[in-house]
Every structure is written in C-alpha cells, then in structure tokens.
C-alpha cells in the first residue's frame, strides 16, 4: 500500500525524492497524508490496526511453543521500529515545508 500511496503522489509538480520533501504533506493534501499516517501506524503495530493483530499472533504462538526469548528480542525490535515509524509520521505532519523539488 506505501508504494501505491508513493506513487499516487507523483504529479506534475511533485516528485518526491527525499524524506524532507514528504514534510507538511498533510496540510497540503490531507486525504495522502492521512492514508501515509495510516499505513505507518498500522506497519507499527498499533493496537485497532491490522499489524498488531498479525505480531500479537506471532508473539502468542512463539511463547506458547516456548521462545521466550525470541519473543523477547521482536518486543524489543518492534518497539525500535515503532519509533522510527512514528518518527516520520511526524515528519510529514508536524514540520513546516522546508523544500520542494522542482
């Protein structure tokens, strides 16, 4: 779905390259920009979305089958990943347009 969103996008004036070039995208078109968050928020995990029902089965079936530890080390991960996730979210809602490409 990111590829299709990334894709939708390019327009005649506008052919992001860069991840400074996403920032703001919410305010100039909401519908994109709230399909991106969505996207990022549902890859992150977040809890009414489908990715976290897709890592909580994969969490329960490692700790029913006894990796503990492994279970362990994807909690720690997606927590990382989580972050960076959220992270550009914020890049493409809360920072001011600072460069377009031409």
């Known amino acids: 779905m990111g590829f ?3 894709m939708s996008s390019v327009t005649l004036n506008f052919y992001p ?3 400074v070039e996403w920032s703001g ?3 100039s078109n909401p519908i994109l920009g709230s399909m991106f968050i969505l996207n990022f928020l549902a890859v992150a995990g977040i809890p009414p979305l489908a990715g976290f029902y897709a890592k909580f089965a ?3 079936t490692l700790v029913s089958a006894g990796f503990s530890y ?3 080390i994807l909690v720690l991960l997606s927590c990382l990943s989580c ?4 992270r550009l979210i ?3 809602s809360f920072m001011p347009v600072k460069y377009k490409s031409q």
């Open 17 to 19: 390259k860069y991840l």
């Open 90 to 92: 914020k890049i493409m």
């Open 83 to 86: 972050f960076y996730y959220i």
């Open 58 to 60: 994969v969490l329960t």
């Open 70 to 72: 492994t279970a362990f």
């Open 25 to 27: 995208v919410v305010f």
């Open 4 to 6: 299709a969103i990334i």
